[in-house]
Every structure is written in C-alpha cells, then in structure tokens.
C-alpha cells in the first residue's frame, strides 16, 4: 500500500501518532521527576537535621575534669543518626537513632552508693556516662518522630520541636520531666 | 522635877508618834493580795491574783508560768529546751516574780488596759520557730543540681546540667533561632498599637531631659537616660540624698512614679513578697536586657531581615533609640554586676541597705547625685510584650536554675540567721522566701509544660507558706519592755461579791445555769442575739446566734428587770439616785441625759459605768432615773475583748482571717467593734450601682453604707486592702461567707494603695483614702 502523503488524513494521523507518543513519553517521565524533586528535597531536609544538631565546635575544658556536661552533650549528639521516612509536604517523619541516656542514666544511678552526698552522687553519674560513651558501652534506641519543616530563603530547614529534641537525647529529656515531677510530689507527701 | 516630868512627858511622847508611825508604816509595807482581772493570749485564765508589797506588785511562779507559756521545774523556766531563771523573792513562804520585769524576762508582756492586766506570751520562741522551719524547709528544695534524691532525682540534675551548660541544646531547643525572633517581631505587626505603646512609653523615658520632679530635699532629673536623684537641702553629698530618701516611704517607688508613674517599681521595706518580686524584676531585667539585644542585635544585623517588613514604622525611631542607648550605656552592666553580687541581700534589707549598697557600688556620682538607669524599664516592658506566652522548657530550665541558685543564696543565709537568736526575725522570712522560691519554680515547670497544675500542691505551698508567716514577728524580736503598773489605778476584784447576784454566771455556761435554776426556761433572739429567759426575771445572753444552743454555750452578759439581784447590791430595778448612794458618783458618773427613741416613740435615758471589773447598763424607758426605778439592767464581763483566749488553732485562723484570708464556707463571729483587713478587689455590678469587694475564690462583699444605702456611681476596678472598720449583719452577727451574696453587711472601710484617683464616686464617704474622705463628686 502506498502511502499518499498529500492526503491530509495521513498527516492528521502522523501528527495524532505524534503528539500520543510524547504524551506517552511524558506521562512515563512524571515518577521518575518526582523522584528527583523528593530526592533533592530529601537530601536537603537531611542537611537541615544533621545542621540543626551537629556541631564543629569543641566544648571548651577549662577544668581537670574531662566530663564536664558540655562534653558529654557532644558525645550523645556526635552519635547520633537518622533516616527520613517519608516526607509530605512540610512534615517530616524521622527516624533518629541515639544512644539510649535514659536507660544508661538509669542504669548507672543505679549503682551509685546511695550514702553519697548528692552533689558528689551527681559528679559521679556525670563521670560514668562520660566513660560509657567512651568505651561504647551503652545501647542504642531508635526513635520516630514528626517535625515540620520550611523553606527559608530557598533552604529546607526543620522546626525542632520537644519529640525531636528529646530524640536526639536518647529521651533523656523524659526522664528530667519524671524527675522534677517526683521531686515535687515527694516534697509535698513527706 | 517639874522640868523632868515634862521632858519625860516629851519623851514619851515622841516615842508614841514613833510607835504609831512604826505600826502605819509596818501596816503599809504588810503584804497584801489583791484579785484583779486578767485576759492572756496563751491561757484562759480571767482572774489572777497578786500580791502588792511595798509599792510593788508580784506575780506567783506558777501563774507566770501560765502566761508565759514557761514551765517552773527545778527553780527554773523551762520552754522547749530553753531556761530561764528569773529573780525571784520569797513573801510570806511562797516565791513571786516582780511583775513587771518578772515576765519582762519570760517574753511575756503585761500592760493595763482598761480594767484588766493583759498578758502576751510568745506563741513561738526562736527554738520553736527553727524547729517548725527545719521541719517545712526540708520538704521544699528547689536545688536541682544538689536537692534532688534518689535515683530518678539524680539523673535528673544530670541532665539538668547537660541542658542547661551544653552547648547544642538551647540551639536545637529553637531559643534562638531566627525564625523565633521573626515569629515575634511578626506578632509586633499583629498588635501594632500595643508594641507602639510599649516601646514609646519607654522611649519617652530616655526622652526627658528636664528637673521633672521633686520630693522633699530632692530634685529628681533624667539625664542620658539615667534617673538622678540629687539632694536640694544644704548637703549635697550620699548621706543627704539618703537620709531623704528613707524619708520616704518607698522611695523606689517615689521615684519612678514621678518619672513616668511606674506602679510596679516597688520596694518596700520588709515587705517580703515585694522584695522577692523586685529580684525577679531586677533578675529578668537582666536576662531580658541581654536577649533583648541578642534579639536585636541578630534580626538587626541579618541581611534577610527587612526592617521595613517586620517593625511598624512609628516604633523604628523608639525602637532604634533604646537599642543604641542599651549598647551604649555601661549601666546595665553596672547594674547586673551589683545586682549578681548584692542582689540576695536585697531579700533581708530594708531601703536604707539597698541604697547604702548603692553607695558602696559607685550608683552615686561625685556630686552625690543617685544615679539609676531606666532604659531598662522600657526594655523590660518591651520583653513582657514580645516574649509573652513564649514557654519551653528551655525557659524553665534557664529560670529553675536562676531560682535553685537564688534558693541556695537563701539557705546559706537561713543556716547563718539560725545560729544567732539575735537575727531570730531573719530566720522567719528566710524560710518566708525558700518556700517561695519552691512555689515559683514550681508554677514555671506548670508553665514550662514540666507537669500538670495541681491545686493540691499549691495548697501545700501555701499552707507551708502561711505556717511560717503566721510565727508572730513580736515573737522573734522579742522587744519588751514592761512599764510600771500601779496598783492604785488596778481596780480590784472583790471576789467575795464576785459570787452575788446574777454575776456569779458570767463565763460559765448554759448547763450551770440549769443546774442551779432549773430547766424551766426559754430561749429568744434579740437583734441578733439570743438569750436565756426565766420566768422569775433572770435573764441571761449567750455567745452564740442558735436558737436552741447547746448546753456548752458561754454566758456573757446577766439581765434584770426587777428585784433580782445583779451583783453585790446593784438589782434590776433602782434609782440613779440609788445607785450614786451606793457606788458613789465617782463610780456611777453623771445622770444620763435622755434622748427621743423614734422607733418606740419614747424616751430613753441609758447609763453606763464599771464596777467591779464590770460593765454594767441601766436603762430607763419614759422614766425619769432620779425618781424612777429603772427598767432594765445589765452586766457583761468586760469592755476589752476576750478574742485572745482563743485556742491556737483559732487564733492562726484569726490571723489569717485578719489577713483577708478567708476560706470558702468558713464563717467568723464579729462583734460591732471588731477590726478585720481583708484584701479584694472592689467591682461594679451592673447597672443597679452595687460594689462588691471580690475576695478569693468568687467570694465578694457587698458594700453598702452604715445607713444602709448602697454605694453608686463608677469605680474603676483597682487593687487595694480594705481595712474594715465596721462589720456587722444587722440580722445575726455569725457571717457564712457561702451565703455573702445573699445577705448584706455594713462595710466602712478606709482604702491604701488606692490608686483609682478621680474615678472613685461615692454617695456618703463610706470608703476613705487614708484617713481623708474619698472625692466626691
């Protein structure tokens, strides 16, 4: 069969062939854009969580004590890390792995010879959580959290919030709010 | 020999008058006993018996030991640990104190009023205090880095320290960032107008460069936006600025009312709760002034700021001008310093302290001038604004740490003030302050979304609280000074007639009555009163309101209408004539002018006088008293009340009432004459021109005039203490705080700390402004 390529039908059908076969090619492309766009967006908000934590500056000792509280915050937060799970719009939902201070808080306050004063008990407990995070004996704990986020200036940025903090601290912030609650509660039923 | 005789006679004539004058003098100087009556605040005795012996009056060991709340063991007074033995004199085989240095020396004052001896032991001795504020201090630790026991309270501290000194977490915790500061300066856009003001407010401060205002021997002036306070009188130096300073009675306060009527600047002597608000203002002025300037420092300086965005046109000038001012002044660095080194000493000093440590810290200039800074003022106002409802727990580890630290101060101090009985008044408001501390660190872990509020703790903080300010501070000082007390001028007891008459019932109770008259009788209620009523003419009134009172109700007052005796050979029907033949009319006094009784159309002519310890009242109903018997008679026990033989229980729920601490459903007795303070606030109701003075928990008064008209007109709504003068239900005297707001009351009140001005309207001068009528209008 001949094609007559004066016929105005076949370049109807050509240029319909045509413009399918882009939208085709187009509609095939979409995820594979979208992926990209998350992927940047990911990898950006990622930077924003590591930024919002980590930092170079190293905590100045200007005392004999290797353990004071500054050294060991930067000890929890240096091994701390995250995934990012999903992320809709300006919520994110995290993943942050820490090393568990609150079952390590607990853990040695256990230990701790109760006839102390508690100024000293306290130098104590600071001393040994500095060495456990030391020598890697604690355990980790991996906590999901939501936070929202936004773009300031062209830049991701993530709007911490206390789940998030708490996280990052291996939900050592839990165990202060437990121990002020009691605090005050023992205070008052003695 | 004629001679002789008549010397001799002489002789023996001198040696008589000396004789007589021997046995005048020995009559004089014999011991003698005498009843007088008696109230005290530590035991419920009425009578006490002395013993006046050469012009001096002597208390027994064992009624000493009463009043004074000291027991007598092994020669001594002994209270709580601590002894005392006092000089004590053996008469006739028994051994008495003097009685006025004799209780001087137990802490127990005694001074004549009226008809009777009144005695005020210590409720609490310094001992007593240190042990209840041990016991209380104990349980209210805020130090978080060292108070916290047991294992969740260590870790605590723990982490407590790694939050509050590392170096991540108030970054991560979003403090700082610049989205906060551009989330708060946003809500300046919201509140345009608000801001506008604030900030204008204290740019009008730094603004006024003129004298603008004086007190006496001072001239007060701004100068760079310093306040200088400069002596006018012919010393210009420190001490002359000080001495008028104390001559007033908040000079702070004085101070920064005339440069921009600052209510809330304030400092008040040994108002504890004030000065414990002045640290925190001082304290927050302080952080507030360094965020402040962080805050503006950082948005200020960032290229992605816009000005023009973010601050309302009108505040940038004021804005700007408190910024410079702040980076340029080192005053609030002089400021902070003194602050961080004297500021708890603040808590225990009165003006004079403070402003002595002004002094020494250099706030006054060379010409003697004080200088304060005030941008401060305007940056705090600023703060309040911005920062208002902006809580993490960031905030409340910062703050906790502050108060655990100011907590600490106050310990130190509250161990050192125990050792000395001397600084006894220091130890009470120490702990005052400690518990005070423990209630605001907990209120901020409330705020700070620590925990959840409980009203059950805050009950307990200021249950702890009102224990320790209700140790009376006359105790802790223990400044007595007992003044001679006459025994002429002590009207005597003659306790034989005590046990005549009608009389011989007073202070006993419903049940003796019976007993002795027979249960024959009934009981009524008149204006308030309810009364005990036989049918042969004895009349009795009761300390209660209740119509059918229990057979434990007290006898207070004794009624005749006829022959019935009353006491000794007064009886309810007599003469004024009688009674000045019998009692004399020193005793009696003139005879009664009468007067015109509206609502019984008649005459009445009523008299008055003591006797015998008593008061007695004769009436006479259209009737002329020289010629006719009188209609009534009665005797009550005594004009001075009889409010401090309440147990110790009632005399702290006194104490609190008198502090306008009422509880809800509480209820209090008065009488005409009682004097209560209670602190409220007073509101406008409605169109139907009522007041009310609010007290707490939604319980109000209404305020009506003595003749029963209400107030009218507008009042703006104000704080204030309202010392009520008169307080008295004309249809029973017990008041139900539950049923205020059905029942009225005659409220007089005088109002301080007014500060309503020329809003206040009222129809007869019920309210007055320290001791001067309110304006009328």
């Known amino acids: 069969m001949k094609i007559n390529f004066k016929d105005k039908k076949v370049w109807l059908i050509g240029a319909a062939a045509v413009v399918s076969l882009l939208l085709i090619i187009g509609i095939l492309m979409i995820p594979a854009i979208r992926d990209f766009n998350n992927k940047k967006k990911l990898a950006a908000i990622e930077e924003a969580v590591k930024v919002s934590f980590t930092s170079e500056e190293e905590p100045q000792d200007d005392s004999e004590q290797t353990y004071t509280p500054a050294v060991i915050e930067k000890a929890i937060t240096d091994k701390v890390s995250y995934t990012v799970i999903s992320c809709e719009n300006d919520k994110v939902i995290l993943q942050i792995t820490a090393p568990d201070m609150k079952k390590l808080l607990l853990e040695i306050a256990e230990t701790i010879d109760s006839s102390l004063p508690s100024d000293q008990a306290i130098r104590k407990i600071e001393a040994e959580v500095d060495q456990a995070l030391k020598n890697g004996n604690y355990s980790m704990v991996t906590t999901p959290v939501m936070v929202d986020v936004q773009k300031v200036d062209g830049n991701w940025e993530i709007v911490p919030n206390e789940d998030f903090v708490n996280a990052i601290y291996g939900n050592m912030l839990s165990l202060y709010t437990e121990s002020i609650s009691q605090n005050i509660q023992q205070g008052v039923s003695e | ?777």
């Open chain 2, 1 to 777: 020999m004629k001679t002789h005789g008549k010397k001799i006679l002489s002789v023996l004539l001198i040696l008589a008058l000396l004789i007589n004058a021997s046995v005048v003098c020995f009559a004089d100087d014999a011991p003698k006993y005498q009843t007088v009556r008696c109230i005290s605040n530590l035991c419920d005795k009425t009578r006490v018996d002395l013993l006046l012996h050469q012009d001096q009056l002597y208390i027994s060991i064992e009624d000493a030991a009463e009043f004074s709340g000291y027991q007598w063991k092994d020669s001594q007074f002994e209270r709580s640990g601590e002894k005392i033995k006092p000089i004590t004199h053996t008469i006739e085989q028994k051994e008495w104190l003097e009685l006025e240095s004799g209780m001087e020396q137990l802490y127990t004052e005694v001074v004549q009023v009226g008809d009777a001896l009144i005695f005020r032991g210590l409720e609490t001795t310094f001992k007593e205090c240190i042990k209840k504020t041990d016991a209380i201090l104990t349980q209210y630790r805020v130090d978080l880095t060292q108070g916290f026991a047991g294992t969740v309270g260590y870790v605590g501290a723990v982490v407590f320290n790694i939050a509050s000194q590392g170096k991540i977490f108030s970054r991560i915790s979003g403090r700082h960032s610049e989205e906060q500061y551009k989330k708060i300066i946003s809500r300046m856009v919201e509140g345009e107008e608000e801001v506008l003001s604030i900030v204008q407010e204290g740019y009008s401060l730094l603004d006024k460069l003129d004298t603008i205002g004086t007190i006496e021997g001072l001239d007060f002036s701004l100068n760079d936006g310093a306040l200088k306070i400069i002596s006018n009188g012919p010393s210009s130096d420190s001490a002359a600025v000080i001495h008028a300073l104390n001559k007033t009675k908040d000079p702070l306060g004085t101070m920064f009312e005339s440069i921009g009527g600052s209510k809330d600047f304030s400092l008040k002597g040994l108002d504890i709760v004030s000065q414990l608000e002045l640290y925190q203002y001082f304290d927050s002025l302080i952080g507030c002034g360094q965020l402040y300037a962080d805050m503006f420092s950082y948005t200020y300086g960032s290229s992605n700021f816009k000005k023009d965005e973010y601050i309302p046109k009108a505040a940038r000038q004021p804005i700007e001008a408190l910024t410079k001012y702040y980076n340029s002044t080192d005053y609030l660095k002089l400021l902070a310093g003194y602050l961080n080194e004297e500021g708890k000493t603040v808590f225990f000093s009165s003006a004079d302290d403070l402003l002595e440590t002004a002094v020494l810290k250099h706030f006054f200039s060379s010409s003697g001038a004080i200088i304060i800074p005030i941008a401060q003022y305007a940056l705090r106002k600023s703060y309040d604004f911005l920062f208002d409802g902006v809580s993490h727990k960031a905030d409340y580890i910062e703050e906790s740490k502050r108060i655990s630290e100011l907590q600490a101060g106050i310990m130190k101090l509250y161990r050192k003030y125990k050792k000395d009985p001397a600084s006894a008044i220091n130890t009470k408001y120490a702990a005052m302050l400690y518990i005070r501390c423990a209630h605001i660190d907990y209120k901020l872990s409330v705020d700070g979304g620590m925990i959840e509020e409980s009203s059950v703790i805050n009950k307990y903080y200021n249950e702890a609280f009102n224990e320790i300010a209700a140790i009376s501070d006359r105790d802790l000082t223990k400044k007595i000074s007992n003044k001679k007390i006459s025994a002429d001028k002590l009207p005597k007891i003659d306790m034989e007639m005590e046990k005549t008459g009608l009389t011989r019932f007073l202070g006993k109770t419903v049940a003796d009555v019976k007993r002795e008259l027979g249960k024959n009788c009934v009981f009524y209620s008149d204006a308030g009163a309810t009364f005990m009523s036989y049918e042969s003419g004895e009349r009795f009134g009761l300390d209660t309101q209740l119509l059918s009172p229990s057979n434990a109700a007290i006898i207070r007052e004794v009624i005749s209408f006829n022959e019935t005796p009353l006491l000794g050979a007064l009886r309810g029907n007599m003469t004024y004539g009688e009674l000045v033949s019998l009692l004399g009319k020193e005793t009696v006094g003139e005879k009664p002018e009468g007067y015109y009784d509206d609502m019984y159309a008649r005459m009445e002519y009523n008299l008055t006088f003591n006797y015998n310890g008593h008061k007695v009242f004769y009436t006479w109903r259209d009737k002329d008293p020289e010629s006719s018997p009188s209609s009534i008679a009665s005797i009550v026990e005594s004009n001075i009340e009889m409010n401090y033989t309440r147990d110790q229980a009632d005399r702290q729920k006194l104490q609190k009432e008198q502090n306008g601490e009422f509880e809800v459903g509480s209820s209090i007795t008065t009488k005409i004459s009682d004097r209560i303070t209670l602190t409220g606030r007073i509101e406008h109701v409605g169109l139907n021109y009522q007041y009310f003075l609010r007290l707490n928990e939604g319980i109000s008064i209404k305020l009506v005039d003595d003749l029963y008209y209400e107030t009218f007109g507008t009042l703006s709504e104000e704080e204030f203490k309202c010392k009520v003068l008169y307080f008295y239900d004309s249809a029973e005297e017990k008041y139900d705080f539950d049923k205020l707001n059905t029942n009225e009351c005659v409220v007089t009140a005088s109002l301080w700390d007014y500060r309503g001005g020329e809003d206040l309207f009222l129809s007869d001068p019920v309210i007055m402004m320290d001791g001067k009528e309110a304006p009328l209008k």
